[in-house]
């Protein structure tokens, strides 16, 4: 009898072991790694290009979304403040360009020129670096600040705690995180829930 309830045990252990999903992605604290992506102007980006930075505010976004939408012009506006400050924007779209036409590399090059973006905005092109980072959603923002051993990310999450209204936003967590790390001080929220539609695989 103890025998058979030892294995149910084991087959209980076994089971729950088999159906748990492992989590995946960067957590904060971790060495995030480069890539080569093609962007909007044909050329491959990777984060080393961009020597003068600090860190990087990386986000992946796309243009069929409505919170991707919602957010443009914040994207827009952390790139202006926080480039000439050593953290520019790099944007990335994650999506299955098969699975959301509008996501498609040519349309994306009418949406860059369309709303005239300063940053680099581009493809996960067999979508390879989304699952590395973890990211879930559309927008899903991964700040890196680049040290000696490597690019470290220090905030993940949304950009802001009103997706709907930016005039009604109370906690702006990109802009906090990054200027904590100007200061040199310990980012104050380094991980909030990204709000937004989910990536098509």
Do not use: W
Not at 9 to 26: C, D, E, N, R, S
Not at 114 to 143: C, M, N, R, S, W
């Amino acid at each position: 009898m103890k025998t058979i309830k030892i294995l149910g045990v084991f087959i209980i252990v076994g089971l729950l072991a088999a159906f748990t999903v492992k989590p995946t992605g960067y957590k904060v604290g971790d060495i995030a790694t480069d890539f080569s992506l093609k962007n909007v102007d044909n050329k491959k980006v990777s984060l080393k290009d961009i020597k003068d930075a600090k860190g990087y505010i990386v986000v992946f976004t796309c243009n069929h979304c409505p919170y991707a939408v919602a957010y443009e012009d914040r994207i827009i506006a952390l790139d202006k403040k926080y480039k000439k400050l050593g953290y520019p924007v790099v944007a990335i779209n994650p999506n299955n360009p098969e699975k959301q036409k509008d996501d498609s590399f040519p349309k994306m090059q009418e949406r860059a020129k369309e709303k005239k973006f300063a940053f680099p905005y581009l493809l996960d092109e067999g979508q390879k670096i989304y699952p590395q980072y973890g990211a879930t959603k559309t927008p899903h923002v991964y700040l890196l600040q680049k040290t000696a051993k490597g690019n470290v990310v220090k905030y993940i999450g949304a950009i802001d705690d009103n997706y709907e209204d930016a005039a009604a936003v109370k906690q702006k967590y990109v802009e906090n995180a990054v200027d904590a790390l100007l200061k040199g001080k310990e980012v104050p929220v380094k991980e909030t829930k990204a709000i937004g539609c989910s990536i098509k695989a």
